[in-house]
């Protein structure tokens, strides 16, 4: 494993995860009873920016889980997504911004499938906060990797 980049090494185990995170993801926001996935007879959805996060901010101490589940669930989602993407992407398509992007647009692709298929609710407010939650994955991607590397360095030098 000497000279191995550490993409190289946690490879496979992202793409396992990876693969594990899509199949609990599409259960939940596409088949779960629990998560009110059945399919409806109405249209749900918001288009106004801000709009439902104001609303669970200001039931969050009266109705925690509710604020949690639809708050930092909505951004927790998307944490792994940017965690392990930067793994297997190549070089040239590991940038902050572009791994970002791909978790907005993975986002509002699945708004809208949910808009079209009546389950759930469509809700711009949930583009926002994966986006968030893709942010904060690829930050953590971001800060392993740095001290990975400087272990790394300080191994070899030492």
């Given at each position: 494993m000497?000279?191995?980049?550490?993409?190289?090494?946690?490879?496979?185990?992202?793409?396992?995860?990876?693969?594990?995170?899509?199949?609990?993801?599409?259960?939940?926001?596409?088949?779960?009873?629990?998560?009110?996935?059945?399919?409806?007879?109405e249209i749900r959805y918001n288009l106004v920016p801000f709009r439902e996060i104001g609303r669970y901010f200001s039931l969050r101490r009266a109705m925690w889980v509710l604020f949690a589940v639809n708050?930092?669930?909505?951004?927790?989602?998307?944490?792994?997504?940017?965690?392990?993407?930067?793994?297997?992407?190549?070089?040239?398509?590991?940038?902050?911004?572009f791994i970002i992007t791909c978790?907005?647009?993975?986002?509002?692709?699945?708004?809208?499938?949910?808009?079209?298929?009546?389950?759930?609710?469509?809700?711009?407010?949930?583009?926002?906060l994966n986006t968030i939650g893709t942010m904060i994955g690829y930050l953590l991607y971001f800060l392993c990797r740095a001290l990975y590397i400087h272990l790394y360095r300080k191994r070899r030098a030492g």
């Open positions: 000497k000279n191995k980049r550490p993409e190289q090494i946690w490879r496979p185990v992202a793409t396992l995860l990876l693969i594990l995170y899509i199949i609990v993801m599409i259960y939940l926001l596409f088949l779960s009873e629990t998560m009110g996935r059945t399919g409806s007879h708050i930092l669930g909505n951004i927790a989602a998307f944490v792994p997504l940017g965690a392990f993407l930067p793994i297997l992407m190549p070089p040239g398509l590991k940038s902050g911004w978790g907005c647009v993975l986002s509002a692709i699945v708004e809208l499938i949910q808009l079209i298929t009546m389950t759930g609710s469509c809700d711009v407010d949930d583009i926002f």
